[in-house]
């Protein structure tokens, strides 16, 4: 019986021995599985790329060491997002703050020589007639850079519907009459019949203004800008032609950027950004711009809409 006992007893001391064998092996294989985790955290923090585990290794820790890599990766990512949107913004206001400078130092100037008391009737009478101008100018400036920001923050609200194709062409022929009527331009306005465009009217109309616009003030006096349509099956291309300066080749690409402007016609009237507002809006219309050009021969800008299959 006392052998039984000590027997028994020799098992329960081994088995003891085995369990507390196990645990410590277990203890030091989760403290090592720790520290090769804090490791690599430790590495993802101090921007370190992880080392590549074998794609046949099935581990625990390869595992959570492909997780945290793709972590990384994601985190990296996310980071070069938010510091281009940084340097993004940086540019919008480096961008604003400049072309407000010049109409907002003339406003300045203006006021200052207006209250001169020295000042002859007339010569104030002129003051305030610049003034009101650069006012206005002032304004346009402000209201365009505000269609630009909400633009691009996604705060305006495409609508679209059912839109006649030649009230549009219509509606922004008339928009720059009074432009062209000043430096003796012809708009031509071939408007089709029975065809419609699923657009935003509002939005649409503008994008179309600005490109007219630009044909107007990039014209020479006298000239001719013609607005016309070519029907396709999913899209409608509202073409605006112009005898005007043209584009560079080099910038044909450049010229939809915010606020670019060639060096050449930096002397006309103009912000840089009409274009600019044209392509976005047609890109959440789900509509494209295309533009051919040649110096001093004119330019061609093509709207491509779509069709109404109501």
């Known amino acids: 019986m006392s052998e039984w006992i000590i027997a028994l007893a020799a098992a329960a001391i081994g ?35 992880l080392e590549e585990q074998p794609c046949d290794e099935d581990t625990l820790f390869s595992k959570v060491q492909m997780k945290l890599e793709r972590l990384r990766e994601i985190t990296a ?42 000042l002859t009737e007339e010569d104030r009478a002129k003051c305030m007639e610049i003034l009101r101008g650069q ?28 839109v006649s194709l030649a009230r549009l062409m219509e509606d922004a022929a008339q928009s720059v009459a009074a432009q062209a009527g000043k430096k003796g331009i012809i708009v031509k306005a071939e408007c089709p019949e029975e065809v419609y465009l699923y657009c935003d009217e509002r939005w649409t109309l503008e994008a179309i203004f600005n490109v007219l616009d630009n044909a107007v003030k990039y014209s020479p006096d006298g000239g ?26 080099e910038h044909i690409n450049d ?27 047609l890109e959440k219309e789900s509509g494209y711009l295309r533009i051919r050009s040649q110096v001093n021969r004119g330019t061609e800008v093509s709207l491509f809409l779509l069709n109404y299959h109501g």
């Open 15 to 49: 088995i003891g021995l085995a369990a507390a064998g196990i645990w410590i092996y277990m203890r030091r294989r989760y403290i090592a599985y720790t520290e090769e985790v804090c490791g690599s955290i430790d590495r993802i923090l101090a921007g370190e790329k």
């Open 77 to 118: 990512v996310s980071a070069q997002e938010s510091e281009e949107r940084k340097l993004e913004v940086q540019g919008i206001v480096s961008d604003i703050s400049h072309q407000l400078k010049t109409p907002i130092a003339n406003v300045v100037m203006y006021c200052d020589t207006a209250v001169n008391p020295e």
């Open 224 to 249: 001719t800008v013609v607005i016309r349509s070519r029907r396709m099956e999913i899209y409608t291309a509202v073409v605006v032609e112009d005898g005007g300066f043209g584009i560079s080749p």
């Open 255 to 281: 010229v939809c950027k915010r606020f670019f402007r060639e060096e050449r016609v930096k002397r006309t009237e103009g912000l840089g950004i009409g274009l600019y507002l044209t392509r976005e809006i």
């Open 135 to 162: 006012v206005g100018k002032l304004d346009f400036l402000v209201q365009s850079l505000m269609r630009m920001s909400r633009m691009e923050q996604n705060m305006i609200t495409i609508r679209p519907e059912k």
